[in-house]
């Protein structure tokens, strides 16, 4: 059984940064791309960033220059830095896995206000 756990989460000024985490199990980890959505109130789930098993990094418009994803394959972790924080990224934010069916975590809230 997959298992993804997201962590990291909170809240933080806008201009602040937080560091997500995602932790999977039940997978080869290194031989799957990995991935970050995050979902706002009222909104769809949106795609933010992925990292193949290789390493390559592709980001949303919205997103890139202030977040980056990375990996550590030895500890089964994803990460998301979150740099220059706005209050429009606030939103539950989600690691997936390229299953079948696709894995999903419980999500990390993360909310950006003075």
């Known amino acids: 059984q997959v298992l993804l756990v997201e962590s990291g989460g909170g809240l933080v000024q806008p201009g602040g940064s937080l560091r997500l985490s995602c932790v999977a199990s039940?997978?080869?980890?290194?031989?799957?791309?990995m991935g970050w959505y995050r979902q706002a109130p009222g909104n769809q789930r949106e795609w933010l960033a992925t990292?193949?098993?290789?390493?390559?990094?592709h980001y949303a418009d919205s997103i890139k220059g202030r977040f980056t994803i990375s990996r550590d394959n030895a500890k089964n972790t994803v990460f998301l830095q979150m740099n220059s924080l706005k209050p429009e990224d606030t939103a539950v934010y989600y690691c997936n896995a390229p299953t079948i069916p696709p894995s999903w975590g419980q999500g990390t809230q993360v909310t950006v206000s003075s």
């Open positions: 039940g997978i080869s980890f290194s031989l799957y791309g």
């Open positions: 990292i193949t098993s290789g390493g390559s990094t």
